[in-house]
């Protein structure tokens, strides 16, 4: 693909402008911040056909075979620092809009950064903060079979390719999310609040049961995401909010 594949018709006013393609790379969210670090704008953006040494947070391998969507953005924020978190949030209900409206099926978001279809992951959002830059990453499975993904993380995780049973143009949606993840963004810089709405019903936990693993290990009901983007937890012992950490779904309640 050549970037003007992308360019044409491109409705966003700073990401995806310039943009590189790459056939391969270790991880776009490096090359992006290689780029920051040579001065770079806000919006620069770096799309890869494969990814060698993709990873995901706290250092874990994200598998990025040919024909997914592997992309990174320079941003600049100009936000108060604790507001930087909701980043992941913006570009979560970004990408998802994007991708329901190429796909046509719902997508929901899995706290905090899973894109979800047909309750399996088909993507991640990572963003990487130092130095008054912050690199967000963007990982979709599209137009690959689910075996071409590692074997470790097939049960959890699909494609759109295996989902639709076909490929969807993968320029067109790079679009797509360069401008709904610009629109958000933007949005989250004025309106966090109305961004976390849309977050919200979209969430794929809220209403139920869950173990979290984090800081802490607890259990129970999901209820909600805060206006810090902190899930809370109905337990035993009341509300909690848990600010990082991984969720898994409990098919039946402890008792
Ligand atoms: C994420 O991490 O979900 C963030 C993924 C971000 C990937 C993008 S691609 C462009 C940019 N460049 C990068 O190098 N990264 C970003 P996390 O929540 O930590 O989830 C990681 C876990 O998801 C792994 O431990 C696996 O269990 C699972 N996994 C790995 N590859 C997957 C895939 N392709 N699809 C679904 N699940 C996967």
Do not use: C
């Not at 044409?8 to 992006?32: F, I, K, M, Q």
């Not at 806000?42 to 024909?67: C, D, F, I, T």
């Not at 936000?79 to 796909?103: C, D, M």
């Amino acid at each position: 693909m050549h970037s003007s594949a992308i360019h044409d018709g491109l409705r966003t006013r700073r990401l995806g402008r310039p943009l590189s393609l790459y056939e391969r790379v270790g991880s776009t969210n490096d090359v992006a911040r290689e780029m920051a670090e040579a001065g770079a704008p806000e919006g620069a953006a770096v799309l890869a056909a494969e990814q060698s040494g993709g990873r995901g947070r706290k250092g874990r391998r994200w598998a990025s075979p040919s024909g997914g969507l592997w992309l990174s953005v320079v941003l600049r924020p100009t936000l108060r620092l604790e507001a930087w978190r909701l980043i992941g949030f913006a570009a979560g209900v970004g990408a998802a809009t994007a991708l329901e409206s190429v796909t046509g099926r719902t997508i929901q978001l899995k706290w905090p950064n899973d894109l979800i279809l047909e309750s399996r992951k088909v993507g991640g959002i990572l963003v990487e903060s130092a130095g008054g830059v912050a690199i967000l990453g963007i990982g979709i499975n599209v137009n690959f079979a689910h075996d071409a993904l590692p074997e470790d993380v097939r049960r959890g995780a699909t494609t759109i390719l295996a989902s639709l049973g076909r490929s969807v143009d993968l320029a067109v949606l790079t679009r797509a999310i360069l401008e709904q993840v610009e629109y958000f963004y933007d949005l989250m810089q004025r309106d966090p609040k109305t961004v976390l709405r849309s977050w919200r019903m979209r969430s794929f936990l809220t209403g139920q049961f869950v173990q979290v693993s984090g800081l802490h290990t607890l259990e129970g009901v999901a209820e909600d995401v805060d206006d810090n983007g902190a899930l809370l937890i109905r337990t035993a012992s009341g509300i909690q909010p848990v600010t990082v950490g991984d969720v898994s779904v409990r098919e039946t309640r402890a008792s």
